[in-house]
């Protein structure tokens, strides 16, 4: 073979070698001996688990204060209501007829003022505009209105 073509079939040898120590580099090298069989209590310890989710727990007095801060320019400081700005949620059938779940998932992604749901006609911004709260908060904020709900207490 002369000296030109050995220089022409040279990189491309050399790609394919780097190709192929890559390759084995990302899928990892397989060892020829066997792999040590585990007991079948660190077999049982080493498959995934499957993460229970545990329903969030909402502090109606934490709750409340975070209504206070969020809430109270449209909704009022007991939920009653602001004519012309936020609904009544004292009598809210919505709240009254949701789930905790379906009231925190509303309020995390608020509502437009043309919705045709919206009696108001006032957006409420997603997380009542701060977007700092968080999960927990708004099922905090939701044991609040459970509590007012239930009791039409305004203390």
């Known amino acids: 073979m002369s000296d030109r073509r050995v220089s022409k079939i040279a990189p491309s040898i050399a790609i394919l070698g780097l190709a192929g120590l890559m390759t084995a580099a990302l899928t990892g090298c397989k060892s020829s001996s066997p792999a040590p069989s585990a007991s079948p209590k660190q077999a049982a310890s080493a498959r995934p688990s499957v993460a229970k989710k545990t329903p969030i727990v909402g502090s109606a007095a934490k709750g409340k204060e975070l209504f206070q801060e969020n809430c109270t320019t449209c909704h009022g400081m007991q939920g009653q209501g602001v004519p012309h700005l936020g609904a009544d949620l004292e009598t809210n059938k919505f709240i009254a007829h949701s789930s905790d ?46 509590q007012i709900q239930k009791t039409g207490n305004h203390k």
Do not use: C, W
């Open 101 to 146: 779940a379906q009231v925190v998932t509303f309020i995390e992604e608020g509502r437009s003022a043309n919705d045709p749901l919206n009696t108001m006609h006032v957006a409420m911004p997603p997380k009542g505009g701060d977007p700092a709260v968080t999960t927990q908060d708004l099922y905090d904020i939701v044991a609040f209105l459970r």
